[in-house]
């Protein structure tokens, strides 16, 4: 098999944009080749988290890539054929809900539909404060798609913010070469 291409697709849950990162370096020293993407908000909107040019310089740098950011570029990877399998992490509980209605009007979500036409792996890294409330709906109906898949996650503050879930993004290794070889990483939900 020669060599696999990644795509990674960040989208606004920006408080986890540091602990993404770390997690794309391990994904690059292991050899993958990683095509960076991002929807317009990660692009474009500077938040206490960082400025978004910042985080556009370290994705093309870590890369060697420029980051794919509008519908246009997002287009051509599936009939391309240019990913293997497709990262979406950090995926809001917005992204979740374009998913599973079929609305494909970023970078990241036109990016899943693309790649998804040759029938090639999704992988979901969840970060949303209402994952056990509005968003549920979503990820229960991606969960039962052929193709996707899904970092395990789970509540990271039940008391402070009870319906929200974030995933272990530590295991988003695992979780796509599971992903790869067509399987859930298990347990999906701890």
């Known amino acids: 098999m ?3 291409r990644i795509g990674f697709a960040l989208t606004g849950s920006f408080c986890t944009f540091k602990a993404v990162f770390e997690q794309l370096g391990v994904l690059l020293e ?16 500077d938040t206490r988290f960082g ?43 917005n992204t979740l809900g ?5 609305i494909y009007d970023t970078a990241p979500t ?11 792996p999704v992988l979901i890294a969840v970060s949303t404060n209402d994952a056990l409330a509005g968003s549920a709906a979503s990820i229960g109906m991606l969960m039962s798609r052929k193709g996707m898949y899904f970092v395990p996650f789970e509540q990271d503050d039940f008391r402070g913010k009870p319906t929200s879930c974030v995933a272990d993004f530590t295991q988003i ?8 070889e067509g399987r859930q990483l298990q347990p999906m939900v701890f």
């Open 2 to 4: 020669g060599e696999v």
């Open 30 to 45: 292991q050899g993958y080749h990683v095509i960076p993407i991002m929807s317009e908000n990660a692009y474009s909107i």
């Open 51 to 93: 400025r978004a040019a910042d985080w556009v310089e370290k994705a093309e740098a870590m890369c060697g890539e420029k980051v794919i950011h509008t519908i246009a570029q997002a287009e051509p990877i599936g009939p391309k054929k240019l990913l293997d399998l497709l990262i979406v992490a950090p995926c809001t509980g």
């Open 98 to 102: 374009k998913l599973a209605c079929g």
């Open 110 to 120: 036109l990016a899943v539909k693309s790649h998804r036409r040759n029938g090639r």
């Open 173 to 180: 290794l695992p979780a796509a070469q599971a992903a790869l």
